[in-house]
């Protein structure tokens, strides 16, 4: 079970946390990422980490997220985060999690076709204003 939250609307500039609750596994064994859809567009990933590809879980971030989005999890409370900064107009869209037990290369993942087989959970929507 996969839950995201903690979307909203935000100005420009602003900040959020994304939270995506999971339970029944432990982040180590599962690729994990955020993607975003955005009205029209097709779905992108944003931030993704692998420890079944590099046991160290160095985390890949898309172009729109480098210097702006962090991605972590907390194995104590099973929840991966998306920390947004510096926010921008454009990163408007329906934020996802998803989960997926394979090892392909973590920028793969990303991608969304490494993805294509994932648990996904519910959506959050995330609007920044101008």
């Known amino acids: 079970q996969l839950q995201a939250s903690g979307g909203g609307l935000v100005q420009a500039g602003g900040s959020l946390r994304l939270s995506c609750a999971a339970s029944g596994f432990s982040f180590d064994d599962y690729a994990i990422g955020w993607f975003r859809q955005a009205p029209g567009k097709e779905r992108e990933g944003i931030a993704c980490i692998n420890k079944l590809h590099n046991g160290d879980g160095s985390p890949f971030y898309a172009q729109p997220a480098k210097g702006r989005f962090i991605i972590s999890t907390n194995n104590a409370n099973n929840t991966i985060y998306l920390q947004m900064n510096s926010l921008k107009p454009e990163d408007t869209a329906v934020y996802y999690c998803?989960?997926?037990?394979?090892?392909?290369?973590?920028?793969?993942?990303?991608?969304?076709?490494?993805?294509?087989?994932?648990?996904w959970g519910r959506g959050t929507l995330v609007t920044v204003s101008s």
């Open positions: 998803a989960v997926d037990q394979t090892r392909v290369p973590t920028y793969y993942y990303c991608s969304g076709v490494g993805a294509r087989d994932a648990h």
